[in-house]
């Protein structure tokens, strides 16, 4: 399984853009890119996923460079309501997307 | 669709004490895990099902038994409770089509062992 590597905390202020990276020099060439997000005393939520380039949805941007061993996870203009965990995870083909790992992942503060 | 639904959402029990941990999901998906978040830490996978009547361990397996009857059931059970097993507990499905890194998660278990 490849392992990754993110800052352990973060701070921002509303209305900034906090840019999230993930280190994953291990990644497998089936492997994607997944984020997710925990509030407090809830289950973490499907954020975002990709392969390879820039993925966009209508929460987050993925920026995935050409050889894949790091990752960005990108949130515009932040509001207090994004604090919260962020988790990066790559995929585990070897073992048939049965034994999904999390690492400890990313506590982000927005401030006011 | 209710998702991924657990019970209960708090419990107490004294050391040796055995109990279920409920969870079901109301969208017919294959697959289904339980997870146990410490404090301050990620998650760590204790057990898994692709289908009923299909379990496999995962990274933390001991302490815990679970069994998959139905596709809409997964309960875990604690044989004997002990503190180190103090955690939150979520559970997690997703259909087989998805990446496995694509999961719906439950609102998870508050569990203390004293």
């Known amino acids: 399984l490849a392992k990754t590597t993110q800052p352990i905390s973060m701070d921002s202020y509303e209305g900034q853009e906090v840019n999230i990276t993930c280190s994953h020099n291990?990644?497998?060439?089936?492997?994607?890119i997944t984020w997710y997000q925990q509030f407090p005393s809830q289950g973490p939520r499907f954020i975002i996923q990709?392969?390879?380039t820039k993925v966009t949805n209508e929460v987050a941007s993925l920026f995935i460079p050409a050889d894949r061993k790091s990752s960005t996870l990108s949130l515009p203009r932040v509001s207090l309501s994004d604090t919260a965990v962020y988790y990066c995870?790559?995929?585990?083909?070897?073992?048939?997307?049965?034994?999904?790992?999390f690492g400890a992942g990313t506590r982000l503060f927005v401030k006011a | 669709n209710a998702g991924v639904t657990q019970t209960p959402k708090f419990q107490v029990l004294k050391t040796g004490q055995s109990m279920t941990l409920q969870c079901a999901q109301d969208m017919n998906h294959e697959y289904m895990s339980w997870y146990r978040q410490d404090p301050g830490m990620g998650l760590r996978l204790i057990h898994y099902?692709?289908?009923?009547?299909?379990?496999d361990q995962g990274e933390v397996p001991n302490g815990y038994n679970v069994s998959r009857s139905t596709t809409e059931d997964f309960p875990l059970r604690l044989l004997s409770a002990a503190p180190s097993q103090t955690s939150v507990y979520f559970c997690a499905s997703r259909p087989l089509a998805l990446r496995g890194e694509t999961q719906y998660f439950g609102p998870g278990t508050r569990l203390l062992v004293l």
């Open positions: 990709g392969y390879k």
């Open positions: 099902s692709v289908g009923a009547g299909i379990t």
């Open positions: 995870l790559v995929g585990d083909g070897d073992t048939g997307g049965f034994k999904t790992i």
């Open positions: 291990n990644i497998a060439t089936n492997d994607y």
